[in-house]
C-alpha cells in the first residue's frame, strides 16, 4: 500500500477545522480557493477537501499553505458527479514542520471555476512520515442517503460500499458534497461518526466527519440529506 512504512504512535485526536473563504464569493470565477486560516501547532497533520465545478478543468489541483511546508500528498482527485458537473478531491500534510497563527491553505485549481468549496482538518498524533492506509469515493446521481467507497492507497478511486482498515486506532476523515439542490446534510441515525466542519456559503452544502477506529476492519461513513439529492463523497483512513 502507498507510504504503509508506520503507523501512529499516539491516538489520533481532532484538533480543529476551517472552510474556504477566499477569493469570495466562492460561487464567482477564481483559480483558487484559500482557507480563512487556523493557528496551527507543528507535528500536527492537515486534511484537505476541495470541491469544484468541472468547467475549469479535470485535472488535479495543486496544494500549498502560507507556511511554504512540503510534503502534501493527493489522496484521490477526479471524483466525478458528471450530472452536475463537480469534482471531489482529498490531500493531507502528514507533518506540520511550521506552524503558527493565520496559517492558511491554498488549492490552485486546474483553471478559473465558478464553483469552490473547501474543508481542512488538523488532526494530532498521526504518523508524521506517512499515514494513509485505505481511501474511498462514490457518485451518487440522485438519493436522500450516501455511503463511501474502498480502495487500497495507491489505487484509482472507485464506488465501493466501506474500507477495511489494516491496524487498529485509525484516524478515518470523510466528506460529502451535495451537488444539486438546497437539502441539508447530517450524520446517517447510529452513525459512529461526528460531524465536524460544514462550508455553506450558497445552497450547496459540503460536510466533514471524522471516527477513531479502535479495532481494524471494515467501516463506512453515511449522510442522510433532507430531500433527494445528488452528491459525492470522499473517505480516508490514518
Known sequence: KMDETSWNTATPAFVQGDIGATPSPLDNAATTIVSAGITTTAGNSLIIAVDHDDGCGTTASTITDSNSNSGWTA??????DNSNGQTLELFYLPNIVTAGASHKVTATLPGSCSFRRMIVHEVSGLNTTSSIDQFGCSANDAGTAVATGTNAAGATCTNST???????GQYIFAVAMATNGTNTIAPAAGSLFTERVTESPASDEMQSQDYIQPSAGAINSTWTFSGTNN?????ASF
Open 231 to 235: 452528491s459525492i463523497t470522499g473517505i
Open 162 to 168: 466501506s474500507i477495511t482498515t489494516t491496524t487498529d
Open 75 to 80: 489522496i484521490f482527485s477526479a471524483v466525478k
